[in-house]
Structures are given as structure tokens and as C-alpha cells.
T-cell receptor, first 112, second 119 residues
Framework: AQSVTQPDIHITVSEGASLELRCNYS??????LFWYVQSPGQGLQLLLK??????LVQGIKGFEAEFKRSQSSFNLRKPSVHWSDAAEYFC??????????FGKGTRLSVIA | GAVVSQHPSRVICKSGTSVKIECRSL??????MFWYRQFPKQSLMLMAT?????????EQGVEKDKFLINHASLTLSTLTVTSAHPEDSSFYIC???????????????FGNGTRLTVT
């Protein structure tokens, strides 16, 4: 069965600092990988997705993620965090024929 | 940990019939539930947000008369696809957020999804 692990429940970074949110997945083949963000009171917003091809994926709001097959990881990065990035981030995976499977999420706090 | 149970996981129905999907929070009170639609190989589309005891807020382009959402209790929300058509075939996923005493929202939990096939 597919599973997604986000090891960090809560991360606090200073504004302007770099960010990396970890995501590991368990799946037999190469899955479709997604990162979503949810701000308070909002629904999920897609940041980026990986289906195939270049393993470094660029998303919205300056985010990027790198698919590493050998590590079964799809970590989300941003070189310089803004206060408005404070939110909850979810990594998700599916095979194309199954519902999305989500990680438990990482809450990001940004301090001045 | 908190669990959201979504039922059924898979349903096949004939065109013109209605299908009800349930989303239950098993060990927490879900004050807000989100209903999403997912097409294969696509990301999620938020359909509506429902708060316990009030009417659901539908996203633009989602027919509220076709996709009936009820959030009558703190542990149950239902999505009814009325007069289903083959183009309604999709995955439907619910997520729930519970009460929290602090300002920030409590964790968001996801159901395992329902695969609807309309023949």
C-alpha cells in the first residue's frame, strides 16, 4: 500500500531563511507526487507536482521540490521564506488509479 | 491518532441514480469538512467547505443542487451526488479539521477516498 511520511510535524524558520520540508513515500513504482499548502480557513492549494521527466520541479510562490528515487523522497524547498508562507504543507502521492494518499502535514511557522 | 473514515471506498451506480458518500471523524469533533474531487493523474479540486450546523460553501462552478453536502453533526458529513452521470465518475475525498483551543487550526485529516463509477 502507498504511504507518505512527513517526519516534521512543526517547523519554525526565520523570515528570509531557507526552508526544506521532508517527504518520504512508499510505493512500488514511480508515483505521482504532489505538494499542497493549506492556509488557515482555506482549502488545499497545489504548489507543484511531479509525474515524470526532470526530477527538479518548480512550483508556485518560489517553491521547488526534488524527486529522488533512490531515497524515495520528494522534499520541498524554498530559498527564502516569507512570513506569508506560514501554513500547513502536505505531501501526497497516488498511482493514477487510486485516491491521493496524504502525509500528516508539516506546520510551518515563520518568525521575524 | 485521529481518523477520518470515508465510506464507501468504491461505488458503481447507474446513470440517473443518486449516491451518498459519508465522511466520519472517529475520535474528534470535526468542525470543518472539505470535499474534494480528484480526477486520475490530476490534483484535487475543492468542491465545498462545510461547517457543522451551517450550509456548505461551494466553490465556483460546483453545482450545489447536484452535489448536496450535509454536515449535520460534529462527526459526520455527507456528499450526495444526485442524478449521477458518467462524467461524475471520479474520486471524491473528504478532509476534516477539529476543534482546537488555540488560534491555529487543529490538524487536518483525510479520508481514504471514494471511487465513483457511473455507468
Amino acid at each position: 500500500a502507498q504511504s507518505v511520511t512527513q517526519p516534521d510535524i512543526h517547523i519554525t524558520v526565520s523570515e528570509g531563511a531557507s526552508l526544506e520540508l521532508r517527504c518520504n513515500y512508499s510505493y512500488g513504482a514511480t508515483p505521482y507526487l504532489f505538494w499542497y499548502v493549506q492556509s488557515p480557513g482555506q482549502g488545499l492549494q497545489l504548489l507543484l507536482k511531479y509525474f515524470s521527466g526532470d526530477t527538479l520541479v518548480q512550483g508556485i510562490k518560489g517553491f521547488e521540490a526534488e524527486f529522488k528515487r533512490s531515497q524515495s523522497s520528494f522534499n520541498l524547498r524554498k530559498p527564502s521564506v516569507h512570513w506569508s508562507d506560514a501554513a500547513e504543507y502536505f505531501c501526497a502521492v497516488h498511482s493514477g488509479n487510486t485516491p491521493l494518499v496524504f502525509g500528516k502535514g508539516t506546520r510551518l511557522s515563520v518568525i521575524a | 491518532g485521529a481518523v477520518v473514515s470515508q465510506h464507501p471506498s468504491r461505488v458503481i451506480c447507474k446513470s440517473g441514480t443518486s449516491v451518498k458518500i459519508e465522511c466520519r471523524s472517529l475520535d474528534f469533533q470535526a468542525t470543518t469538512m472539505f470535499w474534494y474531487r480528484q480526477f486520475p493523474k490530476q490534483s484535487l479540486m475543492l468542491m465545498a467547505t462545510s461547517n457543522e450546523g451551517s450550509k456548505a460553501t461551494y466553490e465556483q462552478g460546483v453545482e450545489k443542487d447536484k452535489f448536496l453536502i450535509n454536515h449535520a453533526s460534529l462527526t459526520l458529513s455527507t456528499l450526495t451526488v444526485t442524478s449521477a452521470h458518467p462524467e461524475d465518475s471520479s474520486f471524491y475525498i473528504c478532509s476534516a479539521r477539529g476543534r482546537d483551543r488555540v488560534r491555529y487550526n487543529s490538524p487536518l485529516h483525510f479520508g481514504n477516498g471514494t471511487r465513483l463509477t457511473v455507468t
